[in-house]
DNA sequence: GACCAGGCACATC
DNA sequence: GATGTGCATGGT
C-alpha cells in the first residue's frame, strides 16, 4: 500500500470516524439527481431544494415532461435555485440530449461504460466536469470522484496535494490511490464537503477537527 | 451590504 | 493558458 494511499485512507477514516455516513444524494429517483446536479451549479442547497420542489408540486419532475415545458416556465420553475435562465437552457440541453442519445432511458445511459459516458456528458453545453461527475456518481452509481472546491480546499489544506493540481489530477489522486468503489467515493466527497463547511473557515476552529494534528497550511 | 453557495461558458489579455 | 466576469436567488 502506497503512501498515498495511506494517507487518503487515513483521511477518509477520520472523517467518517467523527461525522458518520452523510446519505448523499438525497434524491428519489435517479433523474431527479441528474437534474439536481444541473440545478445545485453554484447554488446553495436548500435552494436547490426549492426548486426540486417546485418541480415535482408541478408533477413535471420527468424526461418527458420537462422537455414538453415552455422554456419560460421551466426558468420560472427553477427560479429559487438561481441564474434560473442559464440553468433553464442548460437542463433542456440535457434532456435533449438524453432523449436523442438514451430515449430518456436512465437504464440506457447507465449501461454505457464509464468513460465513455463521462465524455458524452462533458459534450453538453452547462455539463463540465464536476456535473458530470456528479451525474455518474451520484445517479448512476459509477465510481468517479467528485472533486470540488471543498475538496480543493481540504486537500491543499493539508498539503495532500500541491497548489497547481488540476480537476482530471486531484480527481486521479483519489482514484488512482482507492479502490473504485462507488459508494466508497459518494461518502467521501460528501464528507470532506462536511468538514470543509463545518471546521476549519476560522482558524479558532482547528480545535478538535477531525483533522486535528495533520499537516496543515498557514491560511484557514 | 458584502459575501457565499455541492460551476460553467465565454471574453479578454 | 491564465485570469476575470456574468449568471441570480436566498441565507448569514
Redesign the pocket.
Known amino acids: 500500500m502506497g503512501s498515498k494511499t495511506a494517507a487518503l485512507t487515513d483521511l477518509y477514516d477520520r472523517l467518517f470516524a467523527a461525522y458518520g455516513p452523510?446519505h448523499?444524494?438525497?434524491g428519489e429517483s435517479p433523474f431527479e439527481?441528474m437534474v439536481?446536479?444541473?440545478l445545485?451549479?453554484?447554488?446553495?442547497?436548500?435552494?436547490?431544494e426549492?426548486a426540486i420542489a417546485a418541480l415535482r408540486a408541478a408533477d413535471v419532475l420527468d424526461p418527458q415532461r420537462l422537455r414538453a415545458l415552455p422554456p419560460g416556465r421551466l426558468?420560472e420553475l427553477i427560479?429559487?435555485?438561481?441564474?434560473?435562465?442559464?440553468?433553464?437552457?442548460?437542463l433542456r440541453a440535457f434532456l435533449e440530449w438524453f432523449e436523442g442519445a438514451h430515449g430518456s432511458a436512465v437504464d440506457s445511459l447507465r449501461a454505457v461504460a464509464l468513460p465513455r459516458a463521462r465524455a458524452s456528458l462533458?459534450e453538453?453545453?452547462?455539463?463540465?466536469?464536476?456535473?458530470?461527475?456528479?451525474i455518474l456518481l451520484?445517479a448512476l452509481g459509477h465510481p468517479t470522484f467528485?472533486v470540488?472546491?471543498?475538496t480543493w480546499r481540504v486537500l491543499r489544506r493539508h498539503r495532500l496535494a500541491p497548489d497547481?493540481t488540476?480537476?482530471d489530477e486531484l480527481k486521479a489522486l483519489f482514484e488512482d490511490n482507492l479502490p473504485a468503489d462507488a459508494a466508497l467515493f459518494n461518502e467521501y466527497?460528501?464528507l470532506l464537503?462536511r468538514v470543509?463547511?463545518t471546521s476549519c473557515?476560522a482558524r479558532a476552529r482547528c480545535a478538535g477537527c477531525p483533522l486535528e494534528g495533520l499537516p496543515h497550511d498557514r491560511e484557514p
Open positions: 452523510q448523499w444524494w438525497p439527481v439536481g446536479a444541473i445545485t451549479q453554484n447554488t446553495a442547497w436548500a435552494n436547490l426549492k426558468a427560479r429559487p435555485a438561481g441564474t434560473f435562465n442559464v440553468k433553464a437552457r442548460r462533458l453538453i453545453r452547462g455539463i463540465g466536469p464536476e456535473t458530470a461527475d456528479s451520484y467528485v470540488d472546491a471543498y497547481e488540476g480537476y466527497h460528501a464537503v470543509a463547511k473557515r
